[in-house]
């Protein structure tokens, strides 16, 4: 199994706060996917990466920006959180015709 | 853009079959897919299916797609208590960025 693991578990921030979520994977992977899922909307895709440096906008990419500095992090920043951004974010790897596989989510709230 | 619909919520009797339905827009679609999530835990790939094909059987799961009509099912049969979840479906186009489109995922409740 692609070893995926995301940080934090859970997080409570405060409105207007930045916040940091990390996506790590060992296996080398090139194509790395940020989704948030909420009630009745499924996941929606964030952002996502193709190679280090090089990541491009999803459907809902309004207020987070992505970093991908090495292969195996690929980082999920809010500039400034809003109550709209409390969700669980989902990272996740292609592995070809197999489909992805998902990190753990990372529950956010923001008060 | 593409899109995949599904119905939110199913509700079945234990040892019955279930259907989940999906359809979905994109007519290049190149595979389809079926995740899994349990209560608080990430998605997992229960199956998946090439567009050339119909149908896949794998145990208690049947995969039918009907390429005409967009149309995905997921049939479970002897449906268990420890089946009940969200399932997602979720259609991987043409393009080379492996980007999935997920639907809104149909919640089964599986009463004893």
């Known amino acids: 199994d692609a070893g995926i693991t995301q940080s934090p578990r859970h997080k409570v921030t405060e409105t207007g706060t930045p916040v940091t979520l990390r996506c790590h994977q060992t296996?080398?992977?090139?194509?790395m996917y940020w989704y948030r899922q909420d009630p009745g909307h499924g996941l929606r895709l964030i952002h996502y990466?193709?190679?280090?440096?090089?990541?491009d906008k999803g459907e809902v990419s309004d207020g987070y920006s992505v970093s991908r500095s090495k292969t195996e992090d690929f980082l999920l920043t809010l500039e400034s959180a809003t109550s709209s951004q409390t969700s669980v974010y989902f990272c996740?790897?292609?592995?070809?015709?197999?489909?992805?596989?998902f990190g753990s989510g990372t529950r956010l709230t923001v008060v | 853009g593409e899109d995949v619909e599904q119905s939110l919520f199913l509700s079945v009797r234990e040892g019955d079959s279930s259907v989940i339905n999906c359809t979905y827009t994109?007519?290049?679609?190149?595979?389809l897919y079926w995740y899994k999530q349990e209560p608080g835990a990430g998605l997992q790939l229960l199956t998946y299916?090439?567009?050339?094909?119909d149908m896949k059987q794998d145990q208690r799961l049947t995969v039918l797609l009907n390429k005409k009509d967009k149309h995905l099912s997921l049939r479970i049969a002897d449906t268990q208590t420890g089946d009940s979840a969200i399932y997602f479906c979720?259609?991987?186009?043409?393009?080379?960025?492996?980007?999935?489109?997920f639907g809104q995922g149909t919640t089964l409740q599986v009463k004893p």
């Open positions: 996740a790897i292609s592995q070809g015709e197999r489909g992805y596989t």
């Open positions: 296996e080398n992977h090139r194509y």
């Open positions: 990466s193709y190679g280090v440096k090089d990541t």
């Open positions: 994109d007519s290049s679609s190149t595979y």
């Open positions: 299916i090439f567009s050339n094909m």
């Open positions: 979720a259609d991987h186009g043409s393009g080379n960025t492996g980007k999935l489109i």
